[in-house]
């Protein structure tokens, strides 16, 4: 019966997940008249942000982190009176650097990373000039076959700076820095005007009031779009009149257009009618970096906040306390490769904590593995080499009546909620031009 029901609306436009960018597009579409209809293979919205009671409390297991610097994100956070929360101020730095650890104020560690960072960046806004128009200038191509890796053992002896920029860069990339693109780097420190410092900050220190979840359940609600869960897409076929978007479990929906908006380790794995074009599916082929772990950590006792960097090939490379919880302490960590950690087994991670915070106890863990969740298949997305110059406008441009959107193509802030946001406004111009131009009317005779 709920099948029929969708089939007998028929909806202006489909959209393929419930994550920020799709929720976005159905809100500004639903906004401006057209009738949108979701689906989502998850029982859940939120898609890679994912707001989960853990360890005895609400925690972030996916995406967490917003600042004023993205522009998307903060309007949304405004436009439904959401504050932001910082993390606790760190009163303790540890670090692996000379062949050891290290332990000293962070603003020491700060220090360290800024002055090795500040020559690694400092071209950023020569590269990328305009930071939400990566595209707009060539002067990238000169640099888009270069590694962060390569790069940074071009500019940097070994020891100390290159020990602390390469896991610096592996906890950003959230992945092995060998074929990370120099050009994403550089993107994303060219949106804080190129300030590293101020890019970190934005990375890892402040989160939403009330969590992911609170944002996401706004804006759905702000949308009134029916939704669908359980829904895991198959196949979408283009007719050139309609789209039709087909479920594993041989559910169907056909609309004028269609916003996917998947991960893109997932986009292989639906066969599109007709196909791809060859520079879009290599892209997806391809794929990006990303391919860590994120774990929550409760420790015996509270301890003063902390901030911990390891080395870059460490399956944890990085820790930070959030929170303290019935006289016990969380603290988040991050590693650049999930198949290198059992991030579910405490002792593992307990053996990685010990390298660097002395006296640190593991009482329990929890994560999960975006890697191996065939929804997702990355972490936050961070492109390789040669992606910006071969297929980011590939990935962006429509196929027929069939639009993509998310993080993961964002021209901002790509890998954050905020590139999101912004991907899926761009693609609900789109879809709001083709149903109009499919029916005949001005966008504003839809108002």
Known sequence: MEQQDIDRKKPDVIVVGAGFA???AARELTRQGFSVHIVEARDRIGGRTWLDHRLGRNLEIGGTW????????????????LGAV????????FWWADGGRQEGAPGTLLQLIGKYN?????????YFPEPFRPLARDAFKEIDHISVQDRIREQFPAGSSRDILESFWALNFNGPLEDAALTQAL???ALTNGDWAVNFEACATYKIEGGTAALADSILRDSGAGIDYGFTVAGISDDGGSVTVRSYDGRTISARSAIVTVPLHVLPCI???????PAKADGARRGQVSKGVKVWIRLRGEHAPFVALGQADWALNFFQVEYTLDGDTIAVGFGPDASNIDATDPAAVQAHLNRLVPG????????HDWVSDPLAGETWPMHRTGFLSAHLAALQAPHGNILFAGSDIANGWGGFIDGAIESGMEAALEAAALSAAASGTALTDKN
């Open 86 to 93: 910082a993390s606790p101020e760190p009163e303790r730095a």
């Open 360 to 367: 640190a106890e593991v009482v329990d863990v929890a994560t």
């Open 66 to 81: 917003v600042h004023w610097t993205q522009p998307y994100v903060w309007a949304e956070l405004k436009r439904y009176g």
């Open 22 to 24: 799709g929720l976005t």
């Open 271 to 277: 066969a599109f009618e007709p196909p791809l074009p």
């Open 187 to 189: 993107r994303w420190v």
């Open 118 to 126: 500040h020559e690694l960046v400092k071209d950023s806004r020569e």
